[in-house]
Every structure is written in structure tokens, then in C-alpha cells.
């Protein structure tokens, strides 16, 4: 079965920094696409970013580009969010997913980002 | 990239059939094979239940299908189910090579 467990969110100021973290256990971690998406308070979904099973390409979203950056560890089964200068407008639960039958499956437990000062 | 247009809520009596739609673009939904339906019971992870457009996932009940027809893609729910009540997102690839998702259709089962 595959497990993804998220890690990293919390409390951040505007114009902060966060890093989020999603392990992948049950799967050829190295073979598959990851992507982050988030869902802002009372929104839906919202596309975050996508990265390649070797690290490459990455694509983002409009509203994080040069912002955020995706990058992972495949010796270590890790996928991972960095997010600067982050605004209020990003706080959200993110989820991490794999790329799998040319959608997004199974999604990790989500990890709670609050912007605030 | 605007988000795809879906109806923000659809009901049903338990037994009775509601199709969600699920509108976009020729940028989007109209060009790829590649819109995937997801439920979510709010607080838990959200789940696949149909990708490129029509096919099911293993393990996911039959009483959902996926129907596309031009620029607009449908998720039906047959047999409705008190359990089927959750949020569900439509989600496309675009020519941009990035995914854009619906608004989200509340579904209530009354």
C-alpha cells in the first residue's frame, strides 16, 4: 500500500519561510512524478506544483512561481516544498500526491500552513 | 489559468442519479484526454475516483463514471449513497503544462 507522510507545516509571518517534506513508502519512489496542491480556507483545489520522477521538469502554478521551489531526495523516498516570502493568501493545507495514472493518486494527510503575523 | 466551472452544489434523494459538470476550454479540457475526478470528505485526504476522463480506478464503486463531450466534462453519480455526500473536484491538464481544478460541487444526498 502506498503511504505518503507529510511534515513541516506551522506558523509563519508574512514574507517567511517554510520548508514542507512528504515520504513515500510503497512505491518505486524513484520512478514516479510528485505534485503539491493546497486548499486555502473555505476554497477548493488549487494546482501547486509537479515535478519529474529524476527531479525534472518542474512546473509550477502562476500564483508561486519564484517563489516556491519543488525538489526531491530519491535516496531518501522525500519530496519536498520550499516556500519564501510567503503572504497571507497562501495559507492552506498542502498535500503532496503521486503522479499516477495521469492524475494525482493517493494524496498524503495534508500539512497546515498559516500565514500570519 | 482560470479555474474550470462546475456547479457549487448538486443534491439527490438516496437511489436517484445527479451528474456534476464540469466546464472548461479548448486550452484545457477540450484538447487532453486528462481530466480526473476526485472526492473530498472535508478533513481527509481527497481521492481519486475517475481519471482520463472516463476510466475508474481498482476499487472504486462503478456507481461513478466519467463522460466528456467537447469542452465539458461530467462525473455521474448512479445509486446515490448517504456516504457519496462530500465535496468533488474536476481537475484538467493544460497546454501550459500545468493542471488546473474546478471550483468544487458540494454534494448533498437528502
Known amino acids: 500500500e502506498v503511504q505518503l507522510m507529510q511534515s513541516g507545516g506551522g506558523l509563519v509571518q508574512p514574507g517567511g519561510s517554510l520548508r514542507l517534506s512528504c515520504e513515500a513508502s510503497g512505491l518505486f519512489f524513484n520512478t514516479y512524478s510528485m505534485t503539491w496542491v493546497r486548499q486555502a480556507p473555505g476554497r477548493g483545489l488549487e494546482w501547486v506544483s509537479k515535478?519529474?520522477?529524476?527531479?525534472?521538469?518542474?512546473y509550477y502554478a502562476d500564483s508561486v512561481k519564484g517563489r516556491f521551489t519543488t525538489s526531491r531526495d530519491n535516496a531518501r523516498n522525500s519530496l519536498y516544498l520550499h516556500m519564501n516570502s510567503l503572504r497571507d493568501e497562501d495559507t492552506a493545507v498542502y498535500y503532496c500526491?503521486?503522479?499516477?495514472?495521469?492524475?494525482?493518486?493517493?494524496w498524503g494527510q495534508g500539512s497546515l500552513v498559516t500565514v500570519s503575523s | 489559468q482560470s479555474a474550470l466551472t462546475q456547479p457549487a452544489s448538486v443534491s439527490g434523494s438516496p437511489g436517484q442519479s445527479i451528474t456534476i459538470s464540469c466546464t472548461g476550454t479548448?486550452?484545457?479540457?477540450?484538447?487532453?484526454?486528462?481530466v480526473s475526478w476526485y472526492q473530498h470528505h472535508p478533513g481527509k485526504a481527497p481521492k481519486l475516483i475517475i481519471y482520463e476522463d472516463v476510466e475508474r480506478p481498482s476499487g472504486v464503486s462503478f456507481r461513478f463514471s466519467g463522460s466528456k463531450s467537447g469542452n465539458t466534462a461530467s462525473l455521474t453519480i448512479s445509486g446515490l449513497q448517504t456516504e457519496d455526500e462530500a465535496d468533488y473536484y474536476c481537475?484538467?491538464?493544460?497546454?501550459?503544462?500545468?493542471?488546473?481544478f474546478g471550483g468544487g460541487t458540494e454534494v448533498t444526498v437528502l
Open positions: 515535478i519529474g520522477a529524476g527531479g525534472s521538469p518542474i
Open positions: 481537475c484538467s491538464f493544460t497546454h501550459s503544462d500545468t493542471w488546473v
Open positions: 500526491a503521486v503522479y499516477m495514472y495521469s492524475a494525482f493518486d493517493p
Open positions: 479548448t486550452s484545457d479540457v477540450g484538447s487532453y484526454n486528462l
